[in-house]
């Protein structure tokens, strides 16, 4: 079999899938609503275009406001499309408010000129991997690191996760009856972690401890982006260190 046939091969049983998997959604909103198939499937696509549509006007909204308040009536650098047609969809998306909050301020870090970061397709997909807790952790974690009184060297093991997401603790304040992380903050150190985010700290004996943990490149860039005040001020500091 030829590469186009099996192309067309493969694009039909996706399409088979998502075809059955339509019908049986509609079936099971049918059963439940009372109504006829094609109505409660028309239902949900209404419903969902909707709420896209609302998350999008909420983004530009918030992007209008940002920018207004840094000055700006519009923005100052163009964007490309593959970075920011896969950045909207994502927000349309999104329900969190903490979230929706963010991608406004990454949209509008992105169009402002004077912001140096870098707009890599990469960081709308690795958002897209992160929930709330995921973003106040790596924020906590990116201040304590510019804290004055933080010293960053190789017998250094990062900060310990047990106080997450309150605050980062570094390993000389640690006294008796140290908290164990919550599950949720396991997890979400764990994805941070898996995202290249974070990385996983070791002990003078080059042994990992998963329970101490330090920003990476990739998640200082990430913060730049993500960044309030625009100015790229975090990833400065960290290279000033």
Known sequence: MSEEAKAVQEVAKTTGVAIRAVEKMGAFLSNVAGVPIATAVGIFEDKLSYMRWENQLNLIEKANEKLAQRGLCSPTRLLPLQFTVPLVEAASLEDDDYLQDLWATVLVNAADETV????????????EDMTSLDVRILKVIGAATLSPTYQLDVLNPGFYVGYLPERAAPMDEFQDGIPEPKKDVRISVGNLHRLNLLSISQTVDGVSDP?????????KELLCLCSSNGDGDVRHRYEAK
């Open 116 to 127: 140096d970061v870098q707009l890599r397709r990469a960081f709308i997909s690795i958002l």
């Open 211 to 219: 329970s101490h943990v330090r920003i990476t490149e990739l998640g």
